[in-house]
C-alpha cells in the first residue's frame, strides 16, 4: 500500500459525498497532483473546525497527506475562497456543477492536469463575475470533446480540407463538410453559419481573453441541440447534474 506524503495543495472542491454518519468523501482538482479523493473525519459534526473548507464551490490552498492510488487526507487550509456569487444562485451553480462532473468524467484521477485546473478556475470565476453562464459551458462542452476521445474537425471541411465555403457539421466524418460536399452525408445536422461560427469559435477560444460574447436566443437553442447530440451519439455521458439543468428548463432559451 502506498504510503501518504504530506503536502501542500492548490485545490477547487468538485463534490463532497457522504461516508457514514459522521465523515465525508470529497473530491478535489488539485493542480499539482490531479483530481483526488479525500477522506475528512468528523466533517459532519456541528463544530467541525474546517466546515468553512468543505463548503461547495471553495477553492484555495490546502495541506495534507496525500496518497496515489487511495484516500488522502486534509489537515488543514492556508488560504480559502469561496465563489459566492455561484453559490447564491441556482442556475449558476446548476452550470458550474455540470462543468465540473464533466471534467471529473473525462479525466482519470490522480493524474496532473494543471492546464484544466487553470480552466477551470478561469471559467467558474466568468461565470461566478456575472459572464453568461450557458455559453462559459457550451465552451467547456466542446473544448473537452477531445478528452473524451472525441476530436471533431472544426478547422476545414474533412473531405476537401477548402475553408472558404458554408459549413455543416457531419457526425459520420467527424467534423465539418463544406457546401461542396453535403450531399456526402443526407443525415448532415443542417446547421446554420452562425451556430457553426460559435462551435469553431469555442473550439479556440481562450478563456483568459473573454471579455465580452453576445449569442442570440436562437443560436444558443441551435448549440444546445448540436453539443447535446455529439455528447448523446459519440460521447455517450450525461452527468446528473445535466439533468438536472434540463429540469430546470435553463438550456430551454
Not at 488522502?72 to 465563489?83: G, P, V
Not at 496532473?112 to 478556475?121: C, F, H, V
Amino acid at each position: 500500500m502506498a504510503k501518504a506524503k504530506p503536502a501542500d495543495f492548490h485545490g477547487i472542491l468538485l463534490y463532497t459525498k457522504d461516508y457514514g454518519e459522521r465523515d465525508l468523501l470529497i473530491k478535489f482538482l488539485t493542480r499539482e497532483f490531479g483530481k483526488k479523493m479525500f477522506l475528512v473525519h468528523g466533517a459532519k459534526r456541528p463544530k467541525f473546525r474546517m466546515r468553512a473548507a468543505i463548503l461547495p464551490f471553495s477553492y484555495g490552498l490546502y495541506s495534507g497527506d496525500l496518497k496515489e492510488g487511495g484516500l488522502s487526507y486534509i489537515n488543514n487550509y492556508k488560504d480559502l475562497t469561496h465563489f459566492k456569487g455561484i453559490s447564491a444562485d441556482i442556475t449558476k451553480n446548476a452550470y458550474a456543477t455540470y462543468v465540473m462532473s464533466l471534467i471529473d468524467l473525462a479525466y482519470p484521477d490522480d493524474a496532473p492536469i494543471p492546464k484544466i485546473y487553470d480552466q477551470l478556475m478561469i471559467g467558474l470565476k466568468l461565470i461566478d463575475d456575472g459572464f453568461d453562464e450557458q455559453i462559459i459551458t457550451n465552451i467547456f462542452e466542446v473544448q473537452l470533446l477531445a478528452a473524451f476521445g472525441v476530436a471533431p474537425n472544426w478547422v476545414d471541411c474533412a473531405i476537401c480540407h477548402r475553408r472558404d465555403l458554408p459549413f455543416d457539421y457531419s457526425e459520420s466524418y467527424g467534423g465539418l463538410l463544406c457546401q461542396n460536399h453535403w450531399n456526402k452525408d443526407p443525415y448532415r445536422l443542417h446547421l446554420d453559419q452562425k451556430t457553426i461560427y460559435f462551435l469553431r469559435l469555442f473550439s479556440v477560444v481562450d478563456l483568459t481573453k473573454l471579455h465580452a460574447i453576445k449569442v442570440g436566443d436562437a443560436t444558443k437553442k441551435s448549440l444546445r441541440r448540436v453539443i447535446d447530440q455529439i455528447y448523446s451519439r459519440s460521447v455517450g455521458v450525461q452527468p446528473k447534474s445535466k439533468r438536472f439543468i434540463d429540469q430546470l428548463g435553463n438550456f430551454k432559451i
